[in-house]
């Protein structure tokens, strides 16, 4: 749906573009409109099904976060600050590894240094002799989360920080909207009552 969205409203900005400034294609434009705010509309309401029905199996998603080198990236940017090794190698020598691990039922909580030591050895004829724990940490999904407190990261803080501003920005699109329906009732009652008085003066 999001792309969707994208695409119809670029659409409509190409619809709107006109050399005479006026908004010539609106019988163009209404129908890809409505039609975006209905699918919109849609899939608030489906969200909101899933949302308030949804059963958080903690234990379940930590497994599975962690089970399919998703962790991979995670890895090879420790191997650059550890080792200041060019990213293009770090990620070499994960994919390796990765490589390897997938074809022996490996497990990413269960690489060791030593596989480490052997997937870099093939790529750069070196050893990076990264400590166990380091690896642990860069292959442990929670830990990630926990400590990736970049701008719009997947930490816990920068989440939180994320969500109460997009909640204030919510707060403050729905008083606009209630403003601008109140314009609009305040602008149809006026046009009632000049219609009347117009009417009455025709008679």
């Known amino acids: 749906m999001a792309a969707e969205g994208i695409g119809n409203t670029m ?16 019988e163009a434009t209404g129908p890809v409109a409505w039609r975006s705010f209905d699918r919109a509309q849609a899939v608030v309401r489906l969200m909101k099904g899933i949302l308030s029905t949804l059963k958080v199996k903690r ?7 962690g089970a399919n080198f998703t962790q991979a990236t995670q890895l090879a940017e420790t191997i650059v600050k550890e080792r ?4 293009r190698t770090a990620h070499r020598i994960v ?41 642990r940490k860069s292959m442990d999904a929670k830990y990630i989360i926990k400590n990736r407190s970049i701008l719009g990261g997947p930490g816990k803080k920068e989440v939180t920080r994320m969500m109460k501003e997009r909640l204030l920005q919510a707060e403050k699109s729905k008083d606009w909207v209630e403003r601008q329906r109140g314009m609009v009732k305040s602008a149809k009652a ?14």
């Open 190 to 203: 006026l046009v009632d009552t000049l219609t009347k008085k117009i009417m009455k003066k025709s008679y």
């Open 59 to 65: 234990d379940l998603m930590y497994e599975r976060a």
């Open 95 to 135: 994919g390796r590894l990765v490589k390897r691990c997938i074809d022996q039922n490996v497990l990413p909580v269960e690489v060791t240094p030593q596989m480490l030591d052997d997937a870099s050895m093939e790529i750069t004829g070196r050893s990076l002799n990264m400590d166990a724990e380091t690896i």
């Open 11 to 26: 659409t409509i900005f190409a619809q709107l573009k006109t050399q005479s400034e006026q908004l010539g294609d609106l």
């Open 84 to 87: 200041n090794v060019a990213f």
